[in-house]
Structures are given as C-alpha cells and as structure tokens.
C-alpha cells in the first residue's frame, strides 16, 4: 500500500502601452468567436508573427530596458551555458532561466505591466485564470510573477528573437515564428500540484488540480478500446519524464497506432488533442496543428498508457504519452502533472534538457 504524500524531488527544489492593450483586446475577441478546427487545411499564415501581441510586447520591453538590465537577462542567439548547453532550448519542470523575478524592484512598474501582458498574450484568456491559479498553488500562494524569470535571446525586431519564461512548472516561450519549424518556439511544459497531499485514489479527482481533466479524456479513450487495442495501448514502463526528443518517421513509437481506432475512437482522442491544445493562444495552437499534419497527423502517432506509477492502483493511468515523428506530448501524472511538450514540422529538431 502506497503512503499518502509521495515527493517530487525536482519540485522540492517601449511603445504606447495603450496600444498594445488595444491588441491583446482584439486578439481575445477573436480567440473567444472561434475554437481550434483540428483537422481544418493548416492556415498559410498558421504561427505567430513579430508583430503578434505578446511578440510587439517582447519589443517593447527589450527597448525599454537599461544596458546593466540587458547585460544579465539578454543574451546572443545562441549562447550556451556551461551547465545546461544552448540556453536558449533548454526546458525543465523547475527552472529559472535568469536571478531577477519579474516582480521586484529589479523591473520598473511599467516593465513589469509588459511582462504580464506578454504572459496574457501566450495563454488563451478563457485560461488565464486557471494558469494563474496553478502558479499560485505551486509557489505557496504568491502572486504571479514573484517566482517566475525571463530571458531575450537575440534582438526582438532584429532577425531571429526569443522571450523565454520560466519557474515552478512553467516554461512559455514568445519567437513570432523566427525559430522556423518549431511549434511554440521550442519545448515547453505545464504542470501543477494541486494539493500537498498527492497519492489519492483519481475518483478524488486529483482536487483542484486544473489540467487533470487531460488526463480524464485521455482514459475514456482507453476505456474505449478493445481488447487487443488495449494490449498494445498499457506499456509495462514509463519513459524518463524528460525523455520527449523525436523519433522520426521510422521510430517506433510505443502504444497503440492511432490510424488502427474506429472512427469514433478517433473522435475522442481529437478531444484528447483539443484539450492539450486549448490554453496557449490560437497562433501557438493553429502552429502546433500545422506542424502535426505535415508529419502525417494523429494517424502518424501513437497513444500509449503506462502501467507502473499509478495512482491508487486502480487502473486510472496517470503517464501517458501522444507521439508521432516530430510530436511529442507526455503527460505524467505521478505523483503529481508535469506534461512535456515538443511539437516541430521537422524530426531533425533537437532537444536540449
């Protein structure tokens, strides 16, 4: 029998203002008429741009700021740190890229303002408040920003820029498309712990646990399977959590293939997709798409369960993992949600974690 609390050991550890707003404003109307069409043709324009709203916020921000602030939280395209290699593509559960939190006195007010507006920008707003919440949770009730750190690579208007946000089960990243083949600039992550106590059994539901219900959708869909479907969708032995760099079109991709399932199988786990897709901004969604069907779509992937680290032992899989020859999505719910993410139109991309 499992105890109640099971640690985590990786978790214990510029222009008119006005403007802008006006921008973020018309972009969430936008978002809030429509959904995300997952098998529509991909748009021809389906990615950010440099003038998207947090992209023009991520301008505004680095010509705002002082040559002693670029000199700690701005850095070359490609610059490498000598723990974790080419800063710029790293990703981790529990990390911050640069010492300055973005809310102290090491920012002015109105940077500050920016920096928030270029987070609201990356998030889809009917979701702002639940990431908000789970930010909170996860640094004992502080408010957003008081643990979570930015870093420019390159320079924004200038060719190729990236914003890079980091801390406690958080990694967003603003490019406007200038890192070509990526899907939301590069590797991401989202997580949370809800609840100090982890452990429970799911039909506790994981209690305010806001990305969870992913995990709800991803088991109905295994519900759904039949026998020999299921046989191949329960692997024995999760992979290394961080473990998400592309196989290619010729890996073998564990679980069940996903052009195998009957229609209405597929219909759910489009579900399963829409719900992983649903709190970044439409561009991110709208690329992340476009990458997936250059690589064949969901019929190119593979959903696999697995069998060990789970909860309550009682068939509810926590670990799960959707993944084609450049999409990797896998959701680790033990002992509390870390999901990793690395979606790219291309499998020679490579991942530094």
């Known amino acids: 029998m499992r105890p109640n609390r ?16 006006r921008t973020v404003g018309a972009t969430a109307a ?5 959904g995300v069409e997952l098998f529509a043709t991909p748009k021809a324009s389906a990615a950010p741009t440099p003038k998207s709203a947090a992209e023009t916020a991520v301008k505004g921000l680095y010509d705002s700021l002082t040559e002693k602030q670029r000199k700690e939280i701005c850095f070359d395209w490609d610059h490498k740190d000598k723990d974790r290699g080419l800063l710029r593509t790293y990703i981790s559960n529990n990390w911050h890229i640069t010492k300055p939190a973005i809310r102290s006195d090491y920012y002015t007010k109105q940077q500050q303002d920016i920096l928030h507006d270029i987070f609201k920008g990356l998030i889809h707003p009917d979701w702002y408040a639940k ?5 909170k949770d996860d640094t004992g009730g502080k408010e957003w920003g008081a643990e979570q750190n ?28 200038t890192e070509s083949h990526v899907a939301f600039g590069g590797p991401i992550f989202y997580g949370h712990q809800a609840s100090q106590v982890t452990g429970l059994r799911e039909k506790d539901g ?29 692997v024995e032995t999760s992979p290394a959590e961080s473990g998400v760099a592309f196989e290619g079109s010729a890996g073998k991709f564990p679980g069940v293939p996903l052009k195998e399932l009957a229609e209405e199988q597929k219909k759910s786990v489009q579900k399963v997709l829409r719900s992983l897709l649903e709190h970044y901004r439409t561009e991110d969604q709208d690329e992340a798409m476009a990458c997936l069907n250059k690589q064949g779509g969901l019929d190119a992937c593979s959903l696999a369960f697995y069998k060990d680290q789970d909860l309550g032992n009682d068939g509810v899989w926590d670990n799960w993992r959707v993944e084609g020859p450049s999409f990797v999505w896998y959701y680790r719910g033990f002992p509390h949600v870390h999901v990793w993410v690395h979606v790219a139109d291309d499998p020679s991309v490579q991942l530094n974690s």
């Open 30 to 34: 936008a978002v809030a008429a429509g």
């Open 131 to 135: 990431v908000v919440k789970q930010l």
């Open 150 to 177: 930015v870093a420019i690579f390159g320079k924004p208007g200038d060719g190729k820029f990236e914003l890079v946000m980091t801390g406690r089960h958080l990694t967003l990243r603003a490019d406007g498309n």
């Open 6 to 21: 099971v640690n985590c050991p990786d978790c214990e550890h510029g222009p008119d203002r006005r403007d802008f707003l």
């Open 206 to 234: 994981h209690p305010g646990n806001v990305y969870w219900y992913q995990a709800e959708l991803a088991n109905a869909v295994y519900k759904s399977l039949d026998d020999g479907q299921k046989a191949k969708a329960l």
